[in-house]
């Protein structure tokens, strides 16, 4: 059974990025979905995008596109999302979760990381 | 986007059934998968595919999916039971999995 241990919380500045990590231990990513999905204070659970743990394709939610990027490390062991020119509206915990190839479900999830946007 | 809804709370005395219902167009097409969330803590995934419990997911825990309500299950509710229920599918035109809004599970 595989565990993620995410990255610690982030303060940034409106305009910053900011990198989150995701690291697999007793696994690695190389057969998986590695899903992020974020949660705003009080708000429901919102696809990220996800990247496939083989071959590192990626797919965005559409409105993040051009300032979210997801990548992997070579071992395929962590998973990265970064995101870039942070608004007030970023503020939220951000997931990372995997699903096993041909998986529809999220199986098992990181502990989350709060991303807080302040000026 | 495929669209998913789910009442924003149940209440429910200890000892009886507790029901959530996850509407969608034609959702019995789609496997509808369930995860519980307790405050301050990341999801976990209850049932997969309309019906399976993962392992350690106790069965008083069940699902159906049947023309567009699929719904979730949970008999003897407990007190630590009280957490927000969130139902998922996957967005085959979007290639990408979309969440219903979360209820509420409060315990009387």
């Known amino acids: 059974q595989v565990q993620l241990v995410q990255s610690g919380a982030e303060v940034k500045t409106p305009g910053a990025s900011v990198r989150i990590s995701c690291k697999a231990h007793g696994d690695t990513f190389s057969d998986s979905i590695v899903h992020w999905v974020r949660q705003a204070p009080g708000q429901r659970l919102e696809w990220v995008g996800w990247?496939?743990?083989?071959?590192?394709?990626?797919k965005y939610l559409q409105k993040l596109q051009d300032r979210v990027t997801i990548s992997r490390d070579t071992s395929a062991t962590t998973v990265y999302m970064d995101l870039s020119r942070l608004e007030s509206g970023d503020t939220a915990v951000y997931f990372c979760?995997?699903?096993?190839?041909?998986?529809?479900?999220?199986?098992?999830w990181g502990q989350g990381t709060l991303v807080t946007v302040s000026p | 986007s495929y669209v998913l809804t789910q009442p924003p709370s149940v209440s429910v005395a200890p000892g009886k059934t507790a029901t959530f219902t996850c509407g969608g167009n034609n959702i019995r097409t789609k496997s509808v998968h369930w995860y519980q969330q307790n405050p301050g803590q990341a999801p976990v995934l209850v049932i997969s595919y309309d019906v399976d419990r993962p392992s350690g997911i106790p069965e008083r825990f069940s699902g159906s999916n049947s023309g567009n309500t699929a719904t979730l299950t949970i008999t003897r509710v407990e007190a630590g039971d009280e957490a927000d229920y969130y139902c998922q599918v996957w967005d085959s035109s979007g290639d990408h999995p979309v969440f219903g809004g979360g209820t509420k599970l409060t315990v009387l």
């Open positions: 990247i496939n743990g083989g071959n590192g394709y990626t």
């Open positions: 979760a995997n699903s096993t190839f041909g998986s529809s479900s999220a199986d098992y």
